[in-house]
């Protein structure tokens, strides 16, 4: 079972959704039991990744090599480290969770399913993928579900949010294009390795790496997204349907910071150290701004979905202090916090989206007595999310932070002001919508239910052991960022 | 008095094929036409006949050709006159001159 | 025990969690859960502080929490010294009176279970907030207590002004908290470690020193001022009177506020180095006093009073540990706790029976309340630092604390006058004279005997809990509490019988005033319409906040959205425009011009035909004469 297993953990939900084309489109049951199915086996895959993985060391385990096209050098090379098994094992979970998420989906379902197994299939191959034709294809195949989940399923001006998504994105994705094939034409024998070009990086030129360091950056930095690429994100998020925005939030703004950490830094680690105060300041610049604009939000989506602009500020601070153990751990930290926590917040918008048709924040009032057990719930993950100590995201801010002080102080104290705004916005919405008494949509609203809490339950309980023993997390971990170090020192 | 000879018949075939163009190309009368293209087929069968008794007396190819036109002349006529009667039936008439359906 | 006293703040994490995820159903069981939790923990508290009372070993027991290597190691554990030994007991203390005063306090709210809840995660919090053996447990635990403040106070949130109290409180203090996290950060960054005993030792041998020390101390001050409500971030405390009563005693006078005093006593090492740091400490701690105490003569509702003589004490107490009286400052923070706990939960017995918190629809309460009238006038003659009650001695230790330094003589006795005067005054408009509001009067009746038990206990430990200081026994509460090695302040008799006399003063003016009438407060009000309005006004702080901060801070966040919106969406839409345009004029080109040459071909090629086809007549014979004519033509050329 161990072996191919990465391969199967990819390909499952392919075969899903080959599956689900298979099946007649009235059959709603069937597609639905057959895309859970598809979403949970990765899990339980991703559970025996955990299982079988050795955290003591750096080098990658679970490798699959196989030659796809000799002629050009591209192999199916896939592997894991510290990097990749939090995020894939985020994947799966959240792409399970989100699948319980999706249950409400009325309208063309089949197609639906299809299209998300296929976005699961491409995420998990971006973070198993060890070859650049491997990882560029699996990034690519990743966009068009996308594209057609957000402009078919989302809300009113979903073909503007999608289309913008898409040329977004694909407008990075050219940069990182030239960028590999600039990385595959000067080595030689040309190789499309990523390990290969790793291990050649010290004899690349100063200028090659700024270029390459650069375009890549911009592809990473649309995708994370930081401060002046990031208005794709609040559109997207908005009106896309549930669903799609976790795995959005979760999953699909960690492969900029997956991508940096994998193969910006240790390829490129002269451009690192050129490059990391400004890093930094668009990481504290992403949070402070993202946190102002969060305070001036109407609707509850998008003030979630601008608190991701200001929480993976965090994340680009942390890879800013290329140096230190502990920022980048923290950056590793906040990838999986923030697709917990964000994850279950967008999932509890959709659950009150669902009962009255309306996310603004003005039209609630009162939420505590009337649904106590959401409330509950839902105030547990904005604490998450602000940062309070017990909560896996205060331990991932805390390591960045620690981590980056001494490379970066004043802008570090700058990034601190970040904590206060943050509870600042989170606590006005808490007091519009859930304090005061029972007001207008409100009335409407019925508690949560079986399948909602299924679905957050994991969330919450990952969240809190986390917070309360980061350890858990971090060793898988750490190995590999000591490591990573050690690359970007030499 | 001189025999007849080679000439004497080439020049009736001619005479006959002047004969049957003139026709072919004055008539509106489309079996006018016809008898006109009849006529053609029948002078370049004298002038056949013709040259097969005068040049090559020991062989019969000239007659046997002559024979397969006199055929094909007969069929071909039966498919021409099968067109006029249908073109009949059309236009109620059959003066070639009314008829120009192949025109661009 | 001291071996299992990691146990302390478990027993109320055990309780909380039962309750939120079993029995929030059902009332009476979540009570007893919550209570026989901190009883547990009130017995494990006491006797690891007996254990440890007058012992100068320091207790450590920690494991490794997270271990990344050099650049992040923390290790977390508990620490128990004397400190951390009477804290223990004011917190187990303090949080059992007022659990079982909650009882009968809070016996008709729906939220009954919720309540027991939020009180044993502050209770969990707060104990692992004074047993850490590190700034960073300390750090958080110190936000966890700061969360259940901010549920408590918010409490009764369909009331807008408790929900607003609530953000307040945390808001406020979380301004401190980032000094708090930048002192953290500087503290690991000059000493690689967090724990205490690693950062002590690190300041004492000056491999932190100078300016950085400075700044450090400063910013785990400003931590302290929030939390313990000092001057320029006192705002949040007066407002979280918001609270259920009980919640106000324990949280708001008693522990949580003074996690701040406790801070900066942890931190002795930090401050005795850093004199400059000190300095500052000592006259924020003085200038929220006077200010406070100032605000306190004026108020008219109970809680307000009660919590404005909070602020002030605290200040006291900040003012003595900046000037170096460890010893007083912590003794102070101790008798307080009981004293100022009792006044609250004495207060909160008033309300209960009369329902309203405005002092003027009091009066003559005495009559109907015995019980809490006599435990009411044994806190404020404590706080007034009446012989021989507890307050008397720890008084006395921070007037001594500050000879020296005569401007701080000076106003702490003056506070110490103003404190006098407030209590008397508010004993006096409550429990004597002549009942203002007849209706009020006539239903009001004595609290059941879970809210009045608590008060006896309490007010026993008002007076008895100063006895630790007494001059005689051989070191004082400096025995029991010390900062490395005993030190024991003289005993000033002079100055004892100074500030005594102060307090007395303040009592008698009171008199005058509030019960023999023979000054009439109205005209001494008329005097000084301007610092009477003033003080009413609290300085007038929340509306210069609102002006400078709030606001603007509003308006800022929605000059950054539109920003947002207009500029960087509008450059990436206007990328997208000016793409649209050139794919238009593109189009235009492709057409006029590509297309074109491509039409033009066709184009060509048609009106050639359209001539030649006029030979195509249809007519069989115009064929026939083409060909005979073709023929001829090359024979003849032929």
């Known amino acids: 079972m161990m072996s191919g297993l990465l391969s199967w953990m990819i390909f499952l939900p392919l075969i899903g959704a080959g599956v689900i084309m298979a099946l007649p489109k009235d059959n709603h049951r069937g597609i639905r039991a057959v895309a859970t199915v598809a979403a949970f086996l990765p899990l339980v895959l991703a559970i025996l990744l955990l299982a079988g993985y050795d955290p003591s060391t750096a080098a990658f385990q679970f490798q699959e090599n196989a030659a796809w096209i000799p002629a050009l050098n591209v192999n199916y090379h896939l592997g894991v480290d510290g990097l990749s098994v939090p995020m894939l094992a985020l994947t799966a979970l959240l792409c399970f969770l989100a699948c319980l998420i999706s249950y409400n989906i009325t309208n063309r379902v089949k197609e639906y399913f ?23 294809v699996f990034w690519e195949v990743m966009l068009v579900p996308m594209y057609f989940l957000i402009g078919i399923w989302g809300g009113p001006r979903r073909e503007y949010a999608a289309i913008k998504f898409f040329l977004y994105t694909l407008f990075g994705s050219i940069f990182m294009l030239v960028a590999i094939l600039a990385l595959y034409f000067t080595s030689t024998p040309h190789t499309l390795s990523i390990t290969d070009q790793i291990a050649r990086a010290p004899g690349m030129t100063h200028g090659f790496q700024m270029f390459a360091f650069v375009f890549f950056f911009i592809a990473f930095a649309i995708k994370i997204p930081t401060l002046p690429f990031h208005t794709w994100l609040p559109d997207a998020h908005v009106e896309a349907p549930t669903a799609v925005s976790v795995l959005l939030a979760g999953v699909l703004l960690k492969m900029g910071t997956y991508g940096l950490l994998r193969i910006s830094l240790p390829m490129f680690p002269m451009a690192t150290k050129y490059f990391a105060w400004p890093m930094a300041a668009l990481g504290v610049a992403g949070i402070v701004y993202g946190a102002f604009v969060c305070m001036a939000q109407k609707d509850l989506k998008k003030l979630v979905a601008y608190s991701s602009v200001s929480h993976m500020g965090y994340c680009l601070l942390g890879i800013a202090a290329y140096g230190s153990v502990a920022a980048l751990t923290g950056c590793m930290f906040q990838m999986v916090s923030h697709g917990l926590i964000t994850g279950a917040l967008f999932i509890l918008v959709g659950v009150i989206y669902d009962r009255a048709h309306t996310r603004e924040i003005d039209a609630y009032g009162g939420m505590w007595v009337k649904v106590p057990v959401y409330s509950g719930i839902m105030v547990l993950f904005v604490l998450g999310s602000l940062g309070l100590p017990g909560l896996s995201g205060f331990v991932s801010e805390f390591m960045v932070f620690l981590g980056a002080f001494p490379y970066f102080k004043i802008t570090v104290a700058v990034g601190v002001v970040g904590v206060l705004l943050t509870a600042a916005y989170f606590l006005r919405m808490i007091q519009k919508m859930f304090l005061g008494t029972v007001a207008g949509q409100t009335e409407h609203l019925s508690d949560i239910n079986a399948r909602e809490m299924i679905a957050v339950a994991p969330l919450a309980v990952m969240m809190i052991v986390l917070g309360v023993y980061p350890a858990l997390l971090a060793d898988y971990i750490k190995a590999t960022i000591v490591n990573l170090v050690k690359v970007i020192g030499a | 008095m001189p025999s007849i000879g080679l000439h004497h018949y080439l020049a009736l075939s001619a005479v006959v094929f002047c004969i049957g163009i003139y026709g072919m190309l004055t008539r509106r009368n489309a079996i006018g036409v016809l008898m006109s293209v009849e006529l053609m087929f029948n002078a370049a069968n004298i002038a056949l006949v013709a040259f097969g008794r005068f040049v090559t007396p020991q062989l019969v190819t000239g007659q046997v050709v002559a024979a397969f036109t006199i055929a094909v002349a007969a069929a071909e006529a039966t498919v021409a006159l099968a067109i006029v009667l249908l073109i009949y039936q059309h236009h109620r008439g059959i003066d070639v001159d009314r008829i120009n359906i192949m025109k661009w | 025990m001291i071996q299992t006293a990691w146990l302390i703040p478990i027993f109320p994490l055990v309780a909380m969690a039962a309750i939120v995820l079993f029995t929030h159903r059902h009332r009476a069981l979540s009570a007893g859960i919550s209570i026989a939790a901190v009883s547990l923990s009130f017995l494990w508290g006491w006797s690891v502080a007996v254990s440890v009372w007058g012992d100068p070993t320091v207790h450590r027991m920690s494991f490794d929490w997270l271990n990344l290597g050099e650049s992040m190691y923390i290790p977390i554990g508990i620490q128990i010294d004397g400190l951390t030994g009477m804290m223990l007991v004011v917190v187990t203390t303090v949080a059992l009176m007022v659990q079982i005063y909650s009882l009968g306090y809070m016996r008709d709210d729906p939220r009954y279970s919720r309540y027991y809840a939020y009180l044993s995660l502050f209770t969990m919090a707060m104990l692992t907030l004074v047993l850490a053996d590190n700034f960073f447990l300390m750090f958080v635990s110190w936000e966890l207590v700061g969360l259940a403040s901010y549920l408590l106070i918010g409490f009764w949130f369909e009331k807008q002004s408790a929900a607003d109290a609530g953000k307040k409180a945390f808001i406020t203090t979380r301004l401190g908290d980032l000094g708090f996290i930048l002192g953290l950060l500087l503290l690991y960054t000059g000493c690689g470690t967090l724990t205490f005993q690693g950062v002590f030792s690190a300041v004492d041998s000056h491999v932190l020193s100078g300016g950085l020390l400075t700044i450090a101390g400063l910013c785990l001050f400003a931590g302290a001022v929030g939390k313990s409500a000092q001057v320029p971030l006192h705002v949040w405390l007066p407002d979280a009177m918001e609270g259920p009563t009980p919640v106000s005693a324990l949280i708001h006078a008693a522990t949580m506020v003074v996690a701040g005093v406790y801070l900066v006593a942890r931190s002795m090492s930090i401050f005795l180095a850093a004199d400059r740091a000190a300095m500052v400490v000592a006259w924020i701690g003085i200038i929220t006093s006077v200010m406070a105490a100032s605000i306190g003569l004026v108020q008219n509702d109970i809680k307000r009073v009660l919590a404005y003589s909070t602020v002030s004490q605290l200040g006291y107490m900040i003012m003595a540990l900046g000037l170096g009286g460890f010893t007083a400052g912590t003794f102070h923070l101790m008798t307080h706790a009981f004293f100022k706990a009792l006044l609250f939960l004495g207060a909160g017995s008033v309300i209960h029976a009369v329902h309203t918190n405005d002092i003027r629809e009091m009066g003559g309460l005495h009559a109907k309340m015995k019980t809490t009238s006599i435990t009411f006038l044994i806190a404020a003659l404590a706080i007034a630092g009446v012989f021989p009650l507890s307050g008397f001695w720890s008084k006395d230790e921070i007037v001594a604390a500050t000879l020296g330094h005569p401007i701080f003589t000076v106003l702490t006795l003056a506070v110490a006058f103003m404190t006098a005067f407030y209590m008397f005054r508010l004993y006096f408009l409550t429990f004597t004279g002549k009942p203002r509001d007849q209706h009020k009067f006539d239903h009001a009746h004595e609290s059941p005997k879970t809210m009045t038990v608590p008060l006896q206990i309490l007010a026993v430990l008002s007076v008895v809990s100063g006895w630790i200081g007494l001059p005689w026994l051989e070191h004082g509460f400096s025995s029991v509490v010390f900062h490395e090695h005993p030190h024991h302040p003289e005993f000033h008799v002079v100055w004892a019988f100074i500030a005594a006399l102060v307090g007395l003063s303040g009592i008698g003016l009171a008199y005058m005033m509030y019960y023999k009438g023979s000054i009439d407060p109205e005209r001494v009000r008329a005097r000084a319409t301007g610092l009477y309005t003033t003080l009413l006004n609290k300085y007038y702080f929340d509306e210069a906040y609102s002006v400078l901060f709030v606001r603007p801070y509003y308006t800022m966040c929605r000059g950054w959205f539109w920003f947002d919106q207009h500029a960087i969406d509008g450059a990436v839409n206007g ?64």
């Not at chain 1, 299809?114 to 560029?136: H, K, N, Q, R, T």
């Not at chain 3, 060509?604 to 035909?609: A, M, N, P, V």
């Open chain 1, 114 to 136: 299809a299209f998300y197994l296929l976005l699961e299939a491409g995420m998990l191959g971006v973070f198993a993928a060890l070859d650049f034709f491997l990882f560029y």
């Open chain 3, 575 to 638: 990328l997208g425009r000016v793409s649209v345009a050139w794919s238009v004029f593109n189009r235009w080109f492709d057409e006029t011009f590509v297309d074109g040459a491509v039409n033009g071909v066709g184009w060509l090629t048609r009106g050639f035909g359209a001539i030649v086809r006029h030979l195509q007549t249809g007519r069989v014979q115009n064929y026939a004469f083409i060909v005979f004519a073709a023929l001829v033509v090359l024979w003849l050329l032929q």
